[in-house]
Structures are given as C-alpha cells and as structure tokens.
C-alpha cells in the first residue's frame, strides 16, 4: 500500500513557506491564506471530535440489521425518506456527512440511499434552510425543496444503480488489529 504521508507533507512545508515568507515579506494574499487557514483549521479542531464521538456512538449503538432494514436494498422508496431525515439533522457540512455515510456504507446501506444522504446533506440541513428562509422567504424555500429533492432521489437511484451494475464498490477503511 502506497504511503500518502510524504507528499502531504511536503505541500503542508511548502504551504506553511510561502506564508511565512509572506508574513515576513508583507504579502497581504499570503497573509489571508494563512489566516483562512488557520481559521478553517481551529473549525475542524472544534467539530471533528463531537462528530467522530458520535460516529462512535452510532456504531455501538445503532445494529446492522436495523439500518439494513431502513435503508438497505429491501428498504424500497422509504429509505430516500430516512436518508433525507437524517441529512436534515446533520450539522457541519460535508466533512460531518462523510463520515456518517461511510458509518451508514459499513452498516448495510445501499449505494443509492448513502447518495441521497449526501445529496440531501448539501441541500436541506436544517440550519441552512432557516438561514435561507430568512433571507429569501419561506415561498422561494418550500419551492427549492419541491423541486430539490424529487431531483435527488431521482439522480442518487439512477447513479447508485449504475455504480452497483458496474461493480462499484465504495472504498473501506481497513480493520485494525483493535478493531477485530
């Protein structure tokens, strides 16, 4: 297995220059990537270790058979319902829905249902659509989700059939020694 910790690594060192060399210099675009950087960076430190003690939780706690039950491939239209359910909860963005559809991938979901999820996650979390609704009206909301969501079953069914006809399968994170 190839390692990717080297050339991480060197674009971190050549990233971590240029701003110093910025922050010496005085280049004010330098300058503002290292403070995003930091800023996103302080983000993450903030929300991964709730989310991967959730994740934790959801893996103790949460069977295999029911999820396969709810959203695996004998689940049928009701599992879109569940996913979407779910994605309206989800906090954080993408790097919290990753996690939790590759939670769902080991757990028995189906392909097309951990799309939706993440589909859905995109779309219509809950604190994105009141945020939206204060600024656009509830009207131009509730329009956006009629047309929003039939769209994402329709898209997630047809791409997660062709992935599963194709012989796709989601990469796994290998077991550890601890994890049996």
Not at 53 to 77: D, K, N, P, Q, Y
Not at 89 to 117: F, M, Q, S
Not at 131 to 152: H, N, Q
């Amino acid at each position: 297995m190839k390692k990717p910790g080297i050339p991480s690594f060197m674009a971190l060192s050549v990233f971590a220059v240029f701003v110093l060399l910025s922050v010496i210099i005085g280049i004010p675009q330098g300058i503002s990537m290292g403070r995003n950087f930091l800023d996103f960076l302080i983000e993450m430190v903030k929300i991964l270790p709730c989310v991967f003690i959730l994740i934790g939780l959801f893996e103790v706690w949460v069977s295999r058979e029911t999820v396969e039950r709810h959203l695996g491939a004998r689940a049928g239209f009701r599992s879109y319902i569940w996913a979407i359910l779910l994605a309206g909860t989800t906090v954080g963005g993408l790097h919290v829905a990753l996690p939790v559809a590759h939670a769902l991938k080991v757990k028995g979901a189906r392909t097309a249902v951990i799309l939706a999820y993440l589909f859905s996650a995109c779309v219509c979390r809950i604190p994105m659509t009141l945020f939206e609704a204060s600024f656009m009206g509830w009207k131009f909301t509730g329009i956006r989700f009629l047309v929003s969501l039939p769209l994402i079953v329709l898209a997630s069914s047809l791409l997660g059939r062709h992935l599963d006809s194709a012989g796709y399968e989601m990469p796994m994170i290998p077991k550890t020694a601890s994890q049996g």
